[in-house]
C-alpha cells in the first residue's frame, strides 16, 4: 500500500478554517484519497474521498494537487467537534483485491481551541 | 437508521482463551471489515467479508479468523489469546462487491474492547 505522510498534531481556533495536509508521493494512478477522523472513544468516521478533482461536501472539502502527490482536508469553520485525529489513506481501486481494506497510517491530531 | 453494532461492548479473557466477537452491519450492506486497534500499534485491517466469503486478510495470524453468515452479520474468532492481542477491535460496513459503489465509505462500529489477562 502507498504511504501517506502527515503531521502529527496541529491546533486551530474555534470557527476558522483549518487545513490539514497529506504528502503522498509514491501514489498509484487509480489511488482514491480518502479522508476519515476518529473522535475520542468512537470508530473512525468517513469525512471525504476524490481521485484528481477537488471535492466537497457538508464537512469538508478535499483539495487534490495537479501531480496528485498531495492534497488538504480542508474545515471550513472549525468547531469544538471536529477535535479528533485525521486520517488521510490511500485506497486502491475497487477492482484491486486490496481495495476492499483502509491502511491507517498514524494521522494528524487536531485541537480546537475554544 | 440504524448504525453497525458490535457486541459485547467489553470483554476480558485470560492467555490461552478463545474469544468471539459479533458484529451486525448496517441494513443493505453486504462487506464487513475487521480492525485492530492496539495501543502503540494503530488501526490494522485484519478481515473483509463479502457475500459469506472471506475476500481479503490483513497481516495476522491464522488464530484469527471469522465468518460471515447469510443475513451479513459477522463472527470474529480469535484462538490462543495473548496478552498482545488486547485492543479494540473495531467493525465496518459498507456496500459490497456487487453494489452499485463498491469504494463508498465504511461505517464503523463503536468497538469491542478485548483484555487479555
Known amino acids: 500500500d502507498a504511504k501517506t505522510t502527515q503531521p502529527n498534531s496541529m491546533e486551530s481556533n474555534e470557527e476558522e478554517p483549518v487545513h490539514l495536509p497529506c504528502n503522498h508521493s509514491?501514489?498509484?494512478?487509480?489511488?482514491?484519497i480518502h479522508w476519515y477522523r476518529q473522535l475520542p472513544s468512537q470508530g473512525p468516521e468517513y469525512v471525504i474521498h476524490?481521485?484528481?478533482s477537488n471535492v466537497n461536501n457538508r464537512m469538508a472539502s478535499l483539495a487534490i494537487a495537479e501531480d496528485r502527490k498531495s492534497s488538504t482536508l480542508i474545515l471550513h469553520r472549525a468547531t469544538l467537534r471536529d477535535a479528533a485525529v485525521y486520517y488521510c489513506?490511500?485506497?486502491?481501486?475497487?477492482?484491486?483485491?486490496?481495495?476492499?481494506?483502509?491502511?491507517f497510517g498514524e494521522g494528524t491530531q487536531l485541537t480546537v481551541n475554544p | 437508521e440504524a448504525g453497525v453494532t458490535q457486541s459485547p461492548t467489553h470483554l476480558i479473557k485470560t492467555r490461552g482463551q478463545q474469544a468471539t466477537l459479533r458484529c451486525s452491519p448496517i441494513?443493505?450492506?453486504?462487506?464487513v471489515y475487521w480492525y485492530q486497534q492496539a495501543l502503540g500499534l494503530g488501526l490494522q485491517f485484519l478481515l473483509w467479508?463479502?457475500?459469506?466469503?472471506?475476500?481479503n486478510r490483513g497481516n495476522f495470524p491464522p488464530r484469527f479468523s471469522g465468518r460471515q453468515f447469510p443475513n451479513y452479520s459477522s463472527e470474529l474468532n480469535v484462538n490462543a489469546l495473548e496478552l498482545e492481542d488486547s485492543a479494540l477491535y473495531l467493525c465496518?460496513?459498507?456496500?459490497?462487491?456487487?453494489?452499485?459503489?463498491?469504494?463508498?465509505?465504511?461505517?464503523f462500529g463503536p468497538g469491542t474492547r478485548l483484555t487479555v489477562l
Open positions: 467479508y463479502d457475500e459469506g466469503e472471506e475476500r
Open positions: 509514491t501514489i498509484s494512478g487509480t489511488d482514491y
Open positions: 441494513s443493505g450492506h453486504t462487506s
Open positions: 489513506i490511500l485506497r486502491a481501486a475497487p477492482w484491486e483485491t486490496s481495495g476492499s481494506r483502509l491502511t
Open positions: 476524490g481521485l484528481t
Open positions: 465496518a460496513s459498507s456496500w459490497g462487491l456487487a453494489g452499485l459503489l463498491p469504494l463508498n465509505e465504511q461505517f
